[in-house]
């Protein structure tokens, strides 16, 4: 996978990538930015604590915005 400066370089969206939250307002730079999706015993650890700190890697599968970006680009023959 091409890394966040080799996909800005092909790009007219060269700024980024953010993440914006639903406000509208409030963002943050997301290079290192993932999803993540839990199993039900990472969902009452994170409810618990409050913090995905808490959440073990058996628990958990991460997608980073990068790899996201890059799927989206493989699927739809674009360079953002």
Known sequence: M???NELNEQSQYCCGPY???DDDSTY???EDAYIALLTQEGEDKLDAVGDFKAVDDDDVVCVT???LIA???R???TKL
């Open 19 to 21: 993440v914006v939250f």
């Open 28 to 30: 943050a730079w997301a």
């Open 71 to 73: 799927a989206y680009n």
């Open 65 to 67: 915005l990068g790899e």
């Open 2 to 4: 091409a890394d966040n």
């Open 75 to 77: 699927w739809h023959g």
